[in-house]
């Protein structure tokens, strides 16, 4: 593919990219940044894209991971609440026992194979999503993925509550349809 060919692929990606980042975002300056981020990261290594998917859905799994780690980096980084007359030496300290073992015990990371169990499933259900009509696809990432509430998602697009609810209605039929047909239809059987 010609570098120029290349980079107009992306840059026509840019307005939907945004749209799919200020939906899991809420926030259009990070929202902008990731997807600054993603087209960076594409552009660094234009040999990652190896054709086996569209352009498309390839940056877009980049970006999807690019919204993780800003959300796991935005709950991990919490400002240690220091006391008067402490130091945060001394918060740190006390996080840890004599022996240098940590008071509380790690998060368990699950099981891996599960994990990459899931993974798989959500590429599954990205496929289905996009077989949807695109505002049926985004009431449903709103309510489901975002947890937004109805009053919310009917203003956000404006519509009223019996529409949406209809859409929902529609989106999950066929998202059921769809995933009996390409996930649970082709796991294999216990034996």
């Not at 040999?47 to 859905?57: E, I, K, N, P, V």
């Not at 026992?97 to 998060?107: I, L």
């Not at 696809?137 to 919310?152: G, Q, V």
Request: with cysteine; aromatic share 8%; net charge negative.
């Amino acid at each position: 593919m010609a570098a120029s060919s290349f980079h107009q692929q992306l840059e026509s990606l840019r307005p939907a990219l945004l749209r799919f980042a200020l939906l899991q975002l809420r926030n259009e300056s990070l929202a902008e940044d990731v997807v600054q981020d993603t087209l960076i990261a594409v552009l660094e290594k234009p040999d990652g894209f190896a054709g086996q998917s569209t352009l498309r859905t390839y940056v877009i799994g980049i970006m999807k991971h690019k919204i993780v780690d800003l959300l796991r980096s935005s709950q991990r980084w919490r400002q240690l609440d220091v006391g008067e007359g402490e130091s945060e030496e001394d918060v740190i300290d006390a996080l840890f026992r004599a022996d240098g073992h940590t008071v509380d015990m790690p998060r368990s990371w699950g099981n891996p194979d599960a994990t990459l169990e899931q993974k798989d499933f959500f590429r599954v259900m990205e496929i289905c999503l996009e077989k949807l009509p695109p505002k049926t696809a985004r009431i449903f990432m709103m309510r489901e993925w975002l947890e937004l509430d109805t009053e919310e998602i009917c203003k956000e697009l404006e519509i009223s509550t019996s529409n949406a609810w209809v859409m929902l209605y529609r989106a999950r039929l066929k998202l059921r349809e769809c995933l009996e047909l390409n996930w649970f239809g082709n796991r294999s059987k216990p034996a």
